[in-house]
């Protein structure tokens, strides 16, 4: 049986405010910055792909993402495709993948990866470092694994992530519990950042096969507005 065209979408790369700022909100209000680092933005290749699978990694994950045939994913950050390619096996031909990243070498190495394996339910875009960009009531699952800690503007980029989710959907985040400027996030800190723009912990879990840490996150009954938003402190995750 033959699976659908393959789908290169491009989307043109916008920078966020160039004074630091979040971008503005639905009506004009401004998104607050993270009290925290920002660790920088470095290689897509987080190890190697035989390593990770020597671990179980990507199995794991998506086992605990409860990962199924037909379901609608995201895979934010896809670097050369390590979840992207095993998303799209795993969801099967009646399911869509969509792989996006912010660096267009890496998208580009993807896409050719993508054509050689004839992975017909993958499609790519380019992201942006303050919106994803993410088409509304769309997504069962959103990847984000080894990276949220290179998001500029989390509380923005995630505001505008809510509505992507369906009914049921989730935000997966793998990522290690360590300070944001050294490629980590403390869990307490992470959770708290994500509630704070609307969302709620389903569930979170050690797993040093991760390299890390799994958590997952579900959309929340209301979405505060931008200018509601108190960033949690890095020093004391309990306060704003």
Not at 111 to 131: H, K, M, P, T, W
Request: charged share 30%; glycine share 8%.
């Amino acid at each position: 049986m033959r699976l659908r065209p393959f789908l290169l979408l491009t989307l043109p790369l916008a920078l966020a405010g160039c004074d630091g700022f979040g971008g503005a909100g639905e009506s004009g209000q401004r998104f607050p910055k993270p009290d925290r680092p920002v660790s920088e933005v470095t290689s897509s290749q987080f190890s190697t792909e035989d390593q990770r699978d020597s671990v179980g990694e990507a199995q794991k994950v998506m086992d605990l993402a409860e990962i199924e045939p037909g379901m609608t994913v995201a895979d934010i950050g896809a670097g050369n495709g390590y979840y992207t390619v095993r998303l799209a096996e795993r969801v099967g031909a009646q399911g869509r993948v969509l792989a996006q990243d912010i660096d267009q070498q890496a998208l580009d190495r993807l896409a050719r990866r993508v054509e050689r394996y004839r992975l017909d339910n993958v499609s790519i875009q380019r992201g942006e470092f303050a919106d994803p960009r993410l088409p509304a009531d769309s997504f069962d699952r959103i990847f984000m694994v080894h990276m949220y800690h290179e998001i500029e503007q989390p509380y923005e980029f995630l505001w505008r992530m809510w509505p992507a989710l369906k009914q049921d959907g989730q935000i997966v985040i793998v990522d290690r519990d360590r300070p944001t400027d050294q490629h980590g996030i403390d869990p307490l800190l992470l959770s708290c950042e994500l509630e704070r723009v609307g969302y709620e912990l389903v569930a979170f879990k050690d797993a040093p096969e991760l390299s890390g840490y799994y958590a997952a996150f579900k959309a929340a009954a209301n979405r505060p507005e931008p200018g509601e938003i108190k960033p949690c402190r890095s020093d004391n995750v309990t306060q704003g």
